[in-house]
């Protein structure tokens, strides 16, 4: 089973929708949650930490349920620029160092 | 500005030449860094973390005589593709732990 799953997608939402997909993790340990956002052919970046009480940045709302070992990412008022693969992150077990990615969610905003 | 560099962004090998990768913190010094390998429409996948002035700790399944792991200063760490065969093909990131975890932009390998 793998560290850390995610729906592919793709999600083709219309501009100004709003879209939202989960993530699941398997390592109970696992303590920082991140959701990051690669564009094609380029690094990662950190979109935003993922908090027990779930938090929200702008347009963006992480959830974080541990006790069901998910995260959740919810985007409104979706932009073309909002277009991207989005990333489910987790700590290595108690290790805070090492990451583990899921293997991204698709998300495409059309005109 | 990036605070993780990475050289080259793309590298074309021949099968059976060794290929060296750098991955250089900019602002910050870096003891642990980590290199993570990245499939088309896969994961990110650990590969090792590099330790500045010790060994490498390599992932279950990563060959550490393949994979050359260097970090021979607080800046620096390098990974060396030994005997690269078309399978080793993939885009090669770094990170490095500052105040978040940075990324590098990344290495595209293409081993024909």
């Known amino acids: 089973r793998k560290e850390v799953e995610q729906d592919p997608g793709p999600f083709n939402v219309p501009e100004g929708a709003t879209v939202a997909f989960n993530c699941t993790y398997s390592?109970?340990?696992?303590?920082?949650f991140f959701w990051y956002r690669q564009d094609c052919r380029k690094e990662p970046k950190l979109l935003m930490s993922?908090?027990?009480s779930g938090n929200e940045d702008g347009r963006f709302t992480a959830q974080l349920n541990r006790a069901s070992q998910y995260i959740s990412l919810l985007i409104r008022d979706s932009k073309l620029s909002d277009s991207a693969t989005y990333l489910c992150?987790?700590?290595?077990?108690?290790?805070?160092?090492?990451?583990?990615f899921g293997a991204g969610t698709t998300v495409t905003v059309r005109a | 500005g990036a605070v993780v560099s990475q050289h080259p962004s793309w590298v074309i090998c021949k099968s059976g030449t060794s290929v060296k990768i750098e991955c250089r913190s900019l602002?910050?010094?870096?003891?642990?860094m980590f290199w993570y390998r990245q499939f088309p429409k896969q994961s990110l996948m650990l590969m090792a973390t590099?330790?500045?002035?010790?060994?490498?700790?390599?992932e279950q399944g990563v060959e550490k005589d393949k994979f050359l792991i260097n970090h021979a200063s607080l800046t620096l760490s390098t990974l060396t593709v030994t005997s690269a065969h078309p399978e080793d093909s993939s885009f090669y990131i770094c990170?490095?732990?500052?105040?978040?975890?940075?990324f590098g932009p990344g290495t595209r390998l293409t081993v024909t």
């Open positions: 990170s490095a732990r500052g105040i978040e975890q940075y």
């Open positions: 390592n109970s340990a696992s303590q920082s």
């Open positions: 993922v908090y027990s």
């Open positions: 992150v987790v700590t290595h077990g108690s290790n805070d160092y090492k990451l583990s």
């Open positions: 602002d910050f010094q870096a003891t642990t």
């Open positions: 590099s330790n500045e002035g010790s060994k490498a700790t390599y």
